[in-house]
């Protein structure tokens, strides 16, 4: 089976292939290792943060030597505060402000530092769990509209909010964390990546 209809068939491929989902690329490895090593994460900073987007975005990487190592640190300080900002939609829009940080770059540093809690957004994720028909809410009214939904790029702070909440129902049901399970979703689509839309060239992520 190559192509993921429903919610239904997914959670079965999911439960037929569960190495999936802690195989990761060397980077990744290493990034997870990295940030789990600290003692807090006020600790991650403009160096690590880079690395991040050059693992997920890397076209628009050197942007985050730009930013204030101050509103860095305030930045992470808020985005990772759940007892105060408890909005998705925010949190996630907290740390694009940051130059050079995309959706799927500040969704990696949320899930890569607490993958109990988040998982990961890109347009791999995006496709797999879009073919499925689980992500049903109405995408912003401009341009970029049809890009999103067949393709999964430039994705906004409300897909995210949306995503997020379909990535933590699979996860409960799988007794998975919701970083394993976009961690799935990813090689799958590597692996059936011809099932797939073909992003259009030069779209940034």
Not at 64 to 69: E, P, Q, S
Not at 179 to 191: E, N, S, T, Y
């Amino acid at each position: 089976m190559n192509e993921i209809n429903s919610r239904d068939e997914l959670i079965t491929a999911m439960r037929k292939r569960p190495r999936e989902r802690n195989k990761k690329g060397k980077e990744v490895k290493e990034l997870m290792s990295d940030l789990a090593n600290l003692s807090s994460h006020t600790e991650i900073d403009q160096k690590l943060i880079k690395r991040i987007a050059e693992v997920k975005s890397p076209r628009r990487a050197a942007l985050v030597r730009d930013n204030d190592a101050d509103l860095v640190a305030e930045a992470v300080r808020l985005a990772f505060n759940t007892t105060t900002v408890k909005s998705e939609t925010i949190r996630i829009s907290i740390l694009t402000a940051l130059r050079g940080v995309s959706v799927p770059t500040a969704s990696a540093i949320l899930a890569w530092r607490e993958p109990k809690k988040w998982g990961v957004i890109d347009f791999r994720t995006w496709q797999v769990m879009n073919g499925a028909g689980l992500l049903e809410r109405k995408l912003e009214d401009d341009g970029s509209v049809a890009l999103q939904k067949i393709y999964g790029v430039n994705l906004s702070p409300y897909n995210w909010s949306d995503y997020i909440a379909k990535l933590r129902s699979l996860a409960k049901e799988l007794h998975w964390k919701p970083q394993q399970v976009d961690q799935w979703m990813f090689w799958w689509h590597k692996d059936h990546r011809d099932s797939y839309p073909q992003r259009p060239k030069k779209v940034a992520q």
